[in-house]
Nanobody
């Protein structure tokens, strides 16, 4: 597994912005996708956004038009720019790397995002 280090979470007011970053801190191989998931209290973890090594992206309907995922496969870093934040975006956000030969992928430790109204 790859060790992933996240940063950028915090407390922000309604309508504010945050940028999350996630970088691999150990040797990497065959990473073909990077993404962000989130888990709110009492809810299941859900996909927020994903980007493949070819640049294709996918977003949850709830964040389309507000969040933007970008990735640098040369440095194995993924970013999530979050704009127009809402209280319902409050959750722990986890980055995820998909790798060949590692069916479960690698997960970050999670970073808290709290949006106050």
């Amino acid at each position: 597994q790859v060790q992933l280090v996240e940063s950028g979470g915090g407390l922000v007011q309604l309508g504010g912005s945050l940028r999350l970053s996630c970088a691999a801190s150990s040797s990497t191989f065959s990473i073909y996708g990077m993404g962000w998931y989130r888990q709110a209290p009492g809810k299941q973890r859900e996909l927020v956004a994903f980007i493949t090594s070819s640049g294709s992206t996918d977003y949850a309907d709830a964040v389309k038009g507000r969040f933007t995922i970008s990735g640098d496969y040369a440095t194995n870093t993924v970013y999530l720019q979050m704009n127009s934040l809402k209280p319902e975006d409050t959750a722990v956000y986890y980055c995820y790397f998909a790798q060949l030969g590692n069916p479960g992928g690698s997960w970050g430790q999670g970073t808290q995002v709290t949006v106050s109204s």
